[in-house]
């Protein structure tokens, strides 16, 4: 239906939808303008202590010492690269581990409570035992990145498997298929938004491990900086570093969101 | 000549809860061509009786035979149609209906050509690029069984091939599929719990007792041996006599 075929009420509906949705945007974007502009204003006027609260003004100009330092994109680079590695090795790893229970029904069985505990346990706690096994290194952080992501990977994936329709399973059969046929043409491709649901996950979760890791052993990234202003109480350098952290989860996200719209087009 | 021989065939199920006595002692043959269907109560393990003539289970008693040879698995001589045509939503139209050939290893430049060809006369010319998602039903249940004739099967085993789609659009493909199958000459064994249906379609009627499965009776139907298509079988006044009849068996207590 083209513009002029539309009878008006429709067109009047279609308005009335588009100003909804501009006024819920709106709103939004004033929000967050507000909420700086009292800051900002809260801070100058004295009403909160700018050294502990920061203002926005101050952040603007740490991340632009930052940017002139050049400092800026090493410390982004090495958090967004940690949590790239995390995430994909981690999904990865969960993939192949949740193949292997799929496999072996009395793997599955014999790993369970296994994978029950270490799901349960705060992974983070971890931490100290990679530093002190990996060293200061981005190994370390990288491992305490895979750490937090790796078990919920493997959970998604070995009951995104298990829930494969069994119909399908029962009709490659009818043509003979073997096991190994049966995962790689109808388990594996059946679960691939199953795959990227895990990879959303572990995006946010991988984040957590790689700031945490850097925390404890990290000369460089935004969790180091955050600690290194929390040191030295430059709160403006902390506030600055945790707008880019959010910008980074941001980013990864909607890169993800992007790679599952590609995957699942076609797809219903 | 008999292209299928089920002889004194048993199959019990083991749970935890128990044993289920699934199929006893059937035994039935089968000719070349032959249109056979099995109708039955659920549970009164039909299926079970398919997947024991396609080689998916063995059973605990007796055996069965394909050209005299006894069945020990999947075995190339049989196509298997679900009661569904799980069609894979990731494979494109083409991808679908060569899927049985992929996992037999038999992906051939001559065999695609020949499973274009078919798509072709099935009406799904120029859908080879679509995505089951943007087909009917009626057309998705023709790719499924363009699917299981690819690998070129001399047996058919039909599992209510019909029983997801509406009532119009079943006696539709039901009336395609049984002129194909014939065109094909391929021996068919259909289960069904929709009496007509087994009426319209099939040589013969083999009636089902409940669980545990046995034969209680077995119909030979006239207007399918004259070459009626199914439609023109269901406009037959014997049609009814059929229906009745087999109805009866059905509802019959021993």
Sequence with gaps: MTEETMSPEHLAYLRGLRVKAALVRGTQFLLLVGLFVLWEVAASRGWINAFIFSQPTRIWAA??????????????????????????????????????LWWSEFFSQVMDPYIVV??????????????????????????????????????????????????????????????????????????????????????????????????????AGLGYLIVYGGQVFNMSLVMASVLLLLAVSVVLYYGVTFLEERVTKGRQ | ??????????????????????????SLTIEDQEFVAIVGQSGCGKSTLLSLISGLLRPARGSVFIDQEE???????????????????????????????EIRREKTPEAVAEVKA??????????????????????RQRVALTRTLATGPDVLLLDEPFSALDYQNRLAVGEEV???????????IMVTHDIPEAVSMANRVVVMTPRPGRIRSIHRIKMCDEGLTPLQTRERPQFREYFTTIWKELNRDD
């Design chain 1, 118 to 219: 270490l799901n349960s346990i705060p992974k983070v706690a971890l931490g100290p035992i990679f530093v002190v096994w990996l060293g200061t290194t981005i190994t370390a952080v990288v491992a305490m990145a895979i750490a937090v992501s790796i078990i919920v990977a493997i959970m998604m994936m070995h009951t995104g498997f298990k829930e494969v329709d069994p119909n399908k399973v029962m009709l490659v059969r009818t043509f003979g298929a073997s096991k190994g046929q049966i995962l790689w043409k109808v388990i594996i491709p059946a679960s691939i938004p199953t795959m990227i649901a895990a990879l959303k996950v572990n995006v946010g979760l991988s984040l957590v491990g790689t700031i945490v890791g850097e925390f404890l052993a990290s000369k």
């Design chain 2, 178 to 188: 049984v002129k194909i199958l014939r065109e094909r000459r391929k021996t068919v």
């Design chain 2, 1 to 26: 000549m008999a292209r299928v021989e089920i002889r004194n065939v048993s199959l019990n199920y083991h749970t935890l809860a128990g044993e289920v006595r699934a199929v006893e002692d059937i």
């Design chain 1, 63 to 100: 991340l632009v010492r930052l940017y002139r330092e050049g400092s800026l994109w090493r410390h982004l680079g090495w958090t967004v690269w940690e949590t790239v590695l995390g995430f994909t090795l981690g999904t990865a790893a969960g993939i192949v581990i949740a193949v292997m």
């Design chain 2, 118 to 139: 078919m798509l072709k006369a099935y009406g799904l010319g120029g859908f080879e690029q679509y995505y089951p998602a943007q087909l009917s039903g009626g057309m």
């Design chain 2, 71 to 101: 069945v020990q698995g999947p075995c190339r001589r049989v196509g298997y149609m679900l009661q569904n045509d799980y069609l894979f939503e990731w494979r494109t139209i083409l991808d679908n209906a060569l899927l049985g050939l």
